[in-house]
């Protein structure tokens, strides 16, 4: 069964910096790109960024935000730094077969609250 699971969420002070981790098991994930996204309370979720597991590749949304990846450890990570509260939302992973095609797995998110 495939699984993803995030952590590293919290409370932050605005300014501050968090990294997420997501490890991915189950399955063989060196073709697939890892998306991150977030869903802020009565927003729709939105895209932050994503890295493909096997040539490193990064496309990200926020200049304040990297993604990389542990290939030995199946585990992909963002880190996040100048934290603001406009941040507060709950960060999911997910995995895509390529760069233009739907996610097909999902973590269970982990939440994110940066305080002013």
């Known amino acids: 069964q495939v699984q993803l699971v995030e952590s590293g969420g919290g409370l932050v002070q605005a300014g501050g910096s968090l990294r997420l981790s997501c490890a991915a098991s189950g399955r063989t994930f060196s073709s697939y790109v890892m998306g991150w996204f977030r869903q802020a309370p009565g927003k729709e979720r939105e895209f932050v960024g994503s890295?493909?597991?096997?040539?490193g590749n990064t496309y990200y949304v926020k200049g304040r935000f990297t993604i990389s990846r542990d290939n030995a450890k199946n585990t992909v990570y963002l880190q996040m730094n100048s934290l603001k509260p406009e941040d507060t939302a709950v960060y999911y992973c997910?995995?895509?077969?390529?760069?233009?095609?739907?996610?097909?797995?999902w973590g269970q998110g982990t939440q994110v609250t940066v305080s002013s």
């Open positions: 997910a995995a895509a077969p390529c760069i233009t095609c739907s996610y097909d797995y």
């Open positions: 890295i493909t597991w096997s040539g």
